[in-house]
């Protein structure tokens, strides 16, 4: 057991100990001076503590500290009673406090309780009520600050979680503080029921068993109830005091003595505003000139000094600043900083920052969030790290998003507009200024605030400015997805289901793959929109074939074959038929007899005239699925698919191409040509 559970164990036990077991005088007198101490510590802890935080433990203090004190007030009350002779400590705050008069020490004590009761316990109980209130209603949004912070790049994931988890133990403590208000005002309660016994007990105790008259029994006990009262409420009105710090304590950049002086005496015309009050008070009044007009004098004097001092600070500051600024000039670029590469930047125009600004009413930001969220839900990896900038070089109302700092696309929105598109079905036409939807370059029109609700109803789709920016961006990181899954998102992607999964870890990687090689499979994946959400699936597909093949192509078509009911899920409507076009057999072995392999891997060498022939006969075999309003589905045999499907990634972009291992038995498709040449 530590030395400090140990203090903190007998501290407590010894509170239960001195309501049961009978304390001598001399005792007593000993722990009631550990009680004026530790309320000393616990008072001047609070108000040089920088934040509430420093004091976490306040809540429990309050609760321990109460109890032990109670303990001796009980203790105390049976000396009183009992012998007459509480100790030294009572007696004497009884005869000084007091002057030996029970009148002006009971006048001192009601004075002491109003102040406890009336001002510290009832304003510090308002204020534990209404923080702990605002705390827990502020949290959504703190949370949703660091969001924004953390995806702008501003703070990093650990200060983020560092962020969460104050703001979590903030609302915890004055959640609790809030209830432990109520310790002291049950402990000040407590002390003035305490003592009424004492005084009544004390006079009863010294008629009955004393043979004093009731005058003597009053005044004899009348001190010793009061000294027991003052060594009692004392120091429970610094622990109500230091209860009052804590929860109205609202600096967290210096300690309380520094910034109390700096915010009283830091303007010099306050101070010469007050000197002048007073000298005016001691010159025109009857008040005594020989106390104000000292005062004004000292006030006048700190003024000047002040003004002084402020005067030299600023130019300090101001040739400080410009030291700094030539320094600048005169040091070399530190290039250092201009290599990081930011994985995805969206740059917009100035005509754009309302949309990301906050303060502003913009959302942008939080749609950020809810696109990297969203991809992570669907595609099973991390995006990262979104850099929101403003760009004064663009257009007002341009915006510009960069992969790996080289731009991929570009748009313009109108801010006080709506983007209307025509779903092919709307029962009147409206009038706008034409466009294209940037993600899917689909015709429509911007139109004004006032026309937005006749659109509607005319059956158009309308999409406000931040909407189309999002799904813009969301569009371009789905199809560069590949691109930004590095080789430590795998490690990361592995490390999150390693401690559920050791064996198939333990097995793959590195005696089979290296991550290199997994991040390879992941990427091939991917650029064909497959979701890795279900790595355990991916992984044990990849131990089981690695061992005779290293080659990623080819272990990407047998995990593939492994999510075939992710992929029948994605491509084919369940209880559908499905329209889809078929691969001419004659292609297929033409493109395998084509298929050269080397240390490198494989490719097509593949007569460009014949490859031509055979693009065009896919173009036609998908005009008919779109002509019915389908997605062009092509499918082919497990060998021939990747090899085709890397054929026509130049010429299609949408073509979905899948072989007949990847369908699920309970698909059911129907061929509506072949592709053949």
Not at 269 to 286: H, Q
Not at 537 to 564: C, G, N
Not at 595 to 604: I, M, N, P, R, S
């Amino acid at each position: 057991m530590k030395k400090t559970d140990l203090a903190v164990g007998v501290y407590i036990l010894s509170a239960i100990i001195f309501l049961i077991i009978p304390m001598n005088s001399t005792l007593l007198d000993i722990m009631l001076a550990l009680n004026i101490s530790v309320s000393m510590i616990i008072l001047f802890n609070a108000l040089f503590s920088q934040e509430v935080l420093n004091m976490s433990t306040f809540p429990t203090i309050l609760l321990f500290t109460t109890t032990f004190r109670i303990s001796l007030n009980v203790s105390s009350t049976k000396l009183i009673l009992t012998t007459g002779d509480p100790g030294d400590v009572v007696t004497q705050f009884g005869n000084f406090v007091g002057r030996g008069d029970p009148i002006v020490g009971m006048i001192v004590f009601i004075i002491l309780i109003i102040v406890q009761f009336m001002v510290i316990n009832k304003g510090s109980e308002r204020v534990s009520e209404v923080t702990a209130r605002f705390t827990l209603d502020a949290m959504p949004g703190k949370q949703m600050a660091i969001d924004a912070d953390l995806n702008t790049g501003a703070i990093t994931d650990a200060q983020a979680r560092e962020r969460r988890e104050k703001i979590q133990e903030e609302s915890a403590f004055f959640g609790s503080m809030d209830g432990a208000t109520k310790y002291v005002k049950g402990d000040a309660t407590a002390g003035l029921i305490i003592t009424v016994i004492n005084l009544l007990g004390g006079v009863i105790m010294g008629m009955t068993r004393q043979g004093l008259t009731a005058g003597a029994a009053l005044e004899k006990y009348a001190l010793l109830t009061i000294g027991d009262g003052l060594v009692s409420q004392i120091p429970s009105l610094m622990i109500s005091l230091a209860t009052g710090i804590l929860v109205t304590k609202v600096s967290k950049e210096a300690d309380f003595g520094d910034l109390l002086v700096k915010q009283l005496f830091s303007i010099p015309k306050v101070l010469y505003m007050v000197g002048g009050s007073m000298i005016l008070f001691g010159i025109i009044t009857p008040l005594p000139w020989f106390v104000f007009c000292p005062y004004g004098i000292v006030f006048l004097a700190t003024a000047s000094v002040i003004k002084k001092k402020t005067e030299v600070a600023a130019v300090e500051t101001e040739v400080s600043a410009d030291e700094i600024s030539a320094d600048e000039i005169r040091r070399p670029e530190n290039v250092t900083s201009l290599l990081h590469v930011d994985a995805i930047e969206l740059e917009f125009g100035y005509g754009i920052i309302p949309l990301a600004d906050v303060n502003q009413g913009g959302d942008l930001l939080d749609r950020v969030v809810l696109i990297r969220r969203q991809i992570a839900l669907e595609f099973g990896c991390v995006v990262p790290t979104i850099r929101l900038r403003d760009n004064i070089q663009l257009n007002p109302n341009q915006y510009l998003i960069k992969i790996k700092g080289i731009p991929v696309s570009d748009g313009e929105i109108l801010f006080d507009h709506y983007m209307a598109m025509n779903p092919g079905y709307v029962e009147e036409e409206i009038t706008g200024i034409p466009t294209f939807e940037p993600s899917y370059h689909l015709p429509a029109i911007w139109i004004t605030e006032s026309q937005r609700e006749r659109a509607e109803s005319y059956g158009y789709t309308v999409v406000d400015p931040p909407s189309i920016i999002a799904t813009h961006l969301t569009e371009v990181i789905r199809s560069h997805l590949d691109e930004l899954l590095t080789r430590q998102d795998v490690q990361n992607l592995i490390n999150n289901i390693q401690e559920a999964n050791q064996t198939l870890i333990g097995e793959l990687v590195p005696k089979l793959l290296g991550v290199g090689e997994i991040q390879k499979v992941l990427q091939n994946l991917l650029r064909e929109g497959i979701s890795i959400l279900d790595l355990i699936t991916i992984f044990e597909t990849l131990a089981d074939y690695a061992p005779t093949t290293r080659d990623t192509d080819v272990l990407t078509e047998y995990v593939r074959q492994s999510l075939k009911r992710a992929i029948s899920n994605k491509y084919f409507m369940n209880n559908e038929t499905t329209s889809v076009v078929t691969l001419d057999p004659k292609i297929e072995q033409e493109i395998m007899g084509s298929v050269k392999q080397t240390e490198q891997g494989a490719y097509l060498s593949l007569d460009p005239e014949r490859t031509q022939k055979i693009m065009k006969a896919v173009e036609a075999e998908v005009s008919k699925l779109e002509e019915l309003g389908k997605n062009p589905v092509i499918i082919t045999s497990p060998i021939v698919r990747m090899y085709f499907k890397r054929l026509t990634k130049d010429y299609f972009q949408d073509l979905i191409v899948v072989s007949y291992n990847e369908i699920e038995p309970t698909v059911e498709l129907q061929s509506v040509g072949m592709v053949t040449a």
